[in-house]
């Protein structure tokens, strides 16, 4: 089950580009949280403490409690999309999807191998991880923060697929179940090898000692 974490936000009227720098340069980051049934509000939150949540957390999709400013209560919302700096990493922008107890929600949730392989172990091949996230639907309060997968009992050439998956109670697949997660490849040396071996030398026959052309 997700962890609700707890987070402090201030609404702001000030758009676009200058204000943006204006409230980047005070520390603070530009968000926007979308509802269902309400207008989107803009909001500023604290560079630190957004930071340091993300630099914890095990990805980037999670629930939180938002406590804005002046709100006589929280807002229960998921973070729906991060945006960086191609260079730095810096967060320039976070959007918030709004939600309640009771609403079903759909999230990309990551996915982390346990275990180690008998194909890596025993037979020198190759753990190949092919979805880093999958994305699934639940209430709020059966959200997972991450998604283990034990990986232990695949052998050379054997995969999982996200049908495969045995995911907590109350949580749905969005994604197409057949979508391979992860798979154990044949070590490197054996595929160069086989490959090798696919084309047989050929050897010409040698002419007897002072044979002429002809």
Not at 58 to 75: K, M, P, R, T, Y
Not at 157 to 162: L, P
């Amino acid at each position: 089950m997700a962890k609700q974490v707890k987070l402090a936000a201030q609404t702001r009227s000030e758009v676009g580009r200058a204000a943006v720098k204006k409230i980047k340069s005070q520390g603070f980051v530009p968000a926007v949280i979308y509802s269902h049934q309400e207008a989107p509000v803009h909001l500023k939150l604290v560079e630190r403490e957004i930071s340091n949540l993300l630099a914890h957390a095990a990805g980037e999709h999670f629930l939180v409690d938002l406590n804005i400013a002046g709100s006589a209560s929280g807002q229960m919302a998921i973070i729906q999309e991060v945006q960086h700096h191609p260079v730095t990493q810096e967060i320039l922008h976070v959007d918030f999807h709004g939600v309640s107890a009771n609403e079903p929600v759909e999230s990309s949730i990551p996915v982390e191998p346990a275990g180690d392989a008998v194909g890596v172990k025993s037979y020198g091949g190759i753990l190949e991880q092919l979805l880093r996230a999958i994305n699934i639907k639940s209430l709020p309060k059966d959200l997972p923060e991450l998604i283990t997968v034990d990986v232990s009992g695949l052998n050379v050439g054997e995969s999982i697929h996200i049908k495969d998956i045995k995911l907590p109670e109350g949580v749905s697949v969005v994604d197409d179940g057949d979508l391979t997660v992860f798979l154990v490849a044949a070590p490197k040396v054996a595929v160069e090898a086989s490959a090798g071996a696919a084309a047989p030398e050929v050897i010409k026959e040698k002419k007897p000692a002072g044979e002429e052309k002809k």
